[in-house]
């Protein structure tokens, strides 16, 4: 099996922004930028060409939004991953971003190994949410006890916890000391019950109803 690089398209509609991104991207050797685009619009046509596999999308842009860009993109190219990273946290935006289809949300002061391993764990389907992020829409207080489980087992709420936060089949199976083919059964069943069709939608799904803590 060849491991190639991650290849990577960034958009935001600051120059400097684009700058610092490549020059983030060049550290890592997993990493190929193939792309850049200084407007929601510009990705959205430059997708086909430059084929990426994850897409590190600003929110705030002019005319079209950066979460209007996701929504199209997800649609068009389902393969895609794609990385909110802006400097904005709050709650309407979060939803709306995520609702859209991207599989993370991360902020630009995050650190620049945070976000490589934010790339590669999008990259390979699972989830991120900075912690600002994850604070608005979890409420630590809330209880989730109840109907609001959507009849899932106490061992099923355990592995939709552990893929909010961003656990591989392995990890998990590892974490709770079971085998990989009964992780893939819980997990089936986990995403069976949600009414969802990946671990991404799972946990988004979870976070926005407070289904883990």
Do not use: W
């Amino acid at each position: 099996m060849t491991n190639l690089p991650i290849r990577i398209l960034t958009v935001d509609d600051h120059k400097v922004v684009r700058k610092g991104l490549e020059v983030f991207l060049e550290v890592f050797s997993d990493f190929m930028l193939v792309g850049e685009a200084e407007s929601a619009e510009e990705a959205i046509q430059i997708c086909e060409e430059a084929e990426p596999d994850v897409i590190l999308m600003d929110l705030m842009m002019p005319k079209m939004s950066g979460a209007e860009a996701i929504k199209i993109i997800h649609e068009t190219y389902p393969d895609i991953r794609i990385v909110a990273l802006t400097s904005f946290v709050d709650e309407d935006l979060i939803r709306e971003t995520l609702n859209a289809g991207a599989t993370s949300y991360i902020l630009k002061n995050t650190d620049i190994n945070e976000l490589a391993n934010t790339i590669r764990l999008a990259h390979a389907g699972q989830s991120a949410l900075a912690p600002e992020a994850k604070k608005i829409l979890i409420d630590p207080d809330s209880d989730r006890k109840g109907n609001n489980t959507h009849q899932l087992t106490r061992r099923e709420l355990e592995i939709l916890e552990l893929i909010v936060s961003g656990a591989s089949n392995r990890q998990i199976g590892e974490k709770l000391q079971i085998s990989l083919s009964t992780v893939k059964f819980h997990v089936s069943a986990v995403l069976s019950k949600l009414h969802v069709s990946s671990r991404t939608e799972a946990a988004t799904f979870a976070v926005q109803n407070k289904l883990v803590d």
